[in-house]
């Protein structure tokens, strides 16, 4: 069993000749349904559902909060390595590019945890390049037990791994992987990843199954916004996910949006995703899936992510660096890509209640 | 007349319990408890920071409330199991509410492994209140296995849509010799006074009064509407009849 049967269900559709027939009043209908289904889910991607984004806005509105309360849950990422063996044209950690490489040593994570974890925050998002041999999943694991003593959930955000791996992480304390298939598009994806183990877009795209077959608790996908055109990536998203839920219905399944930023390297995105296509891709996968979270990272400007609050985000980073001991250490290297949304984490929690919603800084329990 | 409910050893005056999650500041349940007079609250100890100054929960719950504990989270016996020893462990008292869900999709909780881990911690002195979907030789097997009161759901948690699974949750008052406490679904304070009314114990909600406009009022409301549910159910409810009696009755030549 693969997602990738149901991809291929897919990839040749004529996603234009669908949009092209969806109506005002077909939106309508489908904004007062219940339960949608996916084909309901892809008009509401349509240009002409852009129509209705404030009808879209008060419906997704009302099932964020009555799924989830007035609440975001706060998180930030920790950079421990950006050794990387791919060639991913997008990426600012390509082993191509000549930036400076580094690999936190233990104690090194350790005093990055601490100075995390005086901002209050509890759940955390480790963070490498893809490097198997030097980042290796026994390092990872050693990180994990470090962090275990100073955060109550732990995510993964790594290489592609096997679901033995995924296993062993977990039994560690690994509660969260996050995973992103950057594009669903077969063809670009060979075309952009250009070496590496990350070349195999069956490997990548079938992880968040293995993770699930290894009882993750929860896991969370995404595009990267901008790779390819953004209706087509938030349909693939959505059916992933949706997939991902209906077969191991123990995991929660949830989604990011992560848009495209400037980083090191001269690639150029081949799609630009406004604001408010940002936001109908939000409001249709949360009125798809009304229980499934959505992240929003500082990949966005502070103006955007308090705008968006009220309209389907569940969990937002904070305080973020993508630079590798970002928190601690006094000669900075090259991030990841640049961030957005400078606000440390005390500024992020008076924003959001300012905005009279509840920040959450715990919402699990490692056990 | 004094009423009281007694769960393990604890006397309750009020048969309303309220939760804790997907309020716009946890600062509203001091006043929640207070407007709608409950005696018990319910936090998932997931949620619960100790460690935090401004963001602990519990500051934000009188000493007198009996805190209920719950197992939110937990997707089998072991880990429901676990979460409660960490909660009694972290000194949230003995009560605990299971809560075991394995399915994100409609969160309807796994009677199975509700029963086998209300076993185990029931035997560990546990007062045990499991959540379960209305099912009746599941509850009569959370008798056996200890269970201090039975908490089925009225519809799918979060929903708001009332009293759905009425005839299974009257099945269970009339079988069961524990409190039934209508648990989840109920969407508005009349879902509330109709399941007192039927005879049910006490009813516990979140949703409906994190999700109103003016949480406080609405937490008053459903403390009003219980009360009233609970006079109505002691007072006997009349009979309901399809026609008008008619005053002559066909057999009052008996009489004659």
């Not at chain 1, 489908?30 to 009808?55: M, Q, V």
């Not at chain 2, 409301?221 to 002559?248: I, P, W």
Request: hydrophobic fraction near 40%.
């Amino acid at each position: 069993m693969s997602f990738y049967n149901e991809y291929l269900t897919y990839k040749d559709f004529n996603f234009d000749a669908f949009f092209e027939k969806v109506t005002d009043n077909q939106v309508r209908s489908i904004i007062n349904k219940d339960k949608l289904n996916i084909l309901d889910f892809l008009a509401l991607l349509s240009p002409t559902a852009e129509k209705h984004l404030e009808e879209m806005a008060q419906k997704a509105h009302r099932l964020t909060v009555q799924h989830f309360g007035k609440t975001i849950l706060l998180y930030t990422p920790i950079y421990v390595s950006n050794y990387c063996t791919n060639q991913c044209l997008y990426c600012g950690f390509n082993a191509t590019n000549k930036i400076p490489r580094k690999q936190l040593i233990i104690d090194e994570v350790e005093a990055e945890a601490k100075a995390i974890a005086a901002t209050g925050l509890k759940h955390i998002l480790l963070l490498t390049g893809e490097a198997k041999k030097i980042a290796s999943v026994d390092y990872i694991q050693t990180c994990v037990e470090v962090l275990k003593k100073y955060f109550t959930s732990i995510g993964i955000e790594i290489y592609a791994l096997e679901q033995e791996e995924y296993a062993r992480l977990i039994k560690a304390g690994v509660d969260l992987l996050t995973i992103y298939q950057e594009t669903y598009n077969e063809e670009l994806y060979d075309a952009i990843h250009i070496k590496g183990p990350k070349k195999d877009y069956r490997f990548r795209l079938d992880a968040p199954e293995r993770a699930c077959k290894a009882s993750m608790r929860s896991v969370n996908i995404g595009a990267l916004l901008g790779l390819d055109e953004w209706r087509r990536e938030a349909f693939f998203t959505g059916l992933h996910a949706n997939y991902l839920q209906n077969h191991y219905a123990d995991t929660e399944i949830s989604v990011s949006l992560p848009r495209m930023r400037s980083h090191e390297g001269d690639f150029q995105p081949r799609c630009i995703v406004s604001d408010k296509n940002m936001v109908q891709m939000m409001l249709a996968l949360r009125l798809f899936m009304p229980r499934a979270g959505i992240t929003i990272s500082t990949r966005e400007t502070a103006r955007f992510r308090d705008n968006i609050i009220r309209l389907g985000v569940t969990k937002m980073s904070a305080g973020s660096s993508t630079i590798v001991g970002g928190h601690t250490q006094q000669k900075k290297s090259t991030g990841q890509f640049d961030i957005s949304d400078e606000r440390n984490v005390q500024q992020m929690r008076e924003a959001i209640l300012q905005l009279g919603y509840q920040p959450v800084f715990k919402d699990w329990q490692t056990l | 007349m004094q009423d009281t409910l007694k769960i393990g050893e604890k006397e309750l005056d009020s048969r309303l319990f309220v939760g804790t999650g997907k309020y716009s500041s946890d600062t509203l349940i001091p006043e929640i408890i207070k407007k709608s007079g409950a005696q018990v609250i319910t936090v998932a100890l997931r949620r619960i920071d100790f460690e935090s100054q401004t963001d602990n929960i519990l500051n934000h719950i009188p000493k007198e409330v009996q805190l209920l504990p719950n197992t939110s989270g937990a997707r089998n016996a072991q880990e429901a199991i676990r979460i409660a020893r960490l909660a009694r462990a972290a000194g949230c008292g003995n009560w605990i509410k299971i809560e075991v869900i394995s399915d994100n999709k409609y969160l309807l909780p796994d009677g199975y492994e509700t029963i086998k881990a209300t076993e185990v911690l029931a035997a560990e002195g546990f007062v045990v209140l499991p959540y379960i979907s209305p099912d009746l030789m599941v509850a009569k097997k959370l008798v056996e296995a200890g269970a201090a009161a039975v908490m089925p759901l009225g519809a799918p948690i979060g929903t708001n849509r009332g009293l759905k699974t009425k005839e299974l949750i009257r099945i269970l008052i009339d079988e069961i010799p524990l409190p039934i406490i209508v648990d989840a679904g109920i969407g508005k304070p009349s879902d509330a006074c109709e399941a007192m009314e039927m005879g049910a114990a006490a009813c516990l909600l979140n949703t409906a009064i994190a999700s109103a406009n003016d949480p406080v009022m609405m937490a008053e409301a459903f403390g009003k509407a219980v009360s009233a549910g609970r006079s109505a159910y002691l007072a006997g409810l009349g009979t309901t009849h399809e026609y008008a009696q008619a005053s002559s009755p066909l057999t009052g030549f008996l009489n004659e």
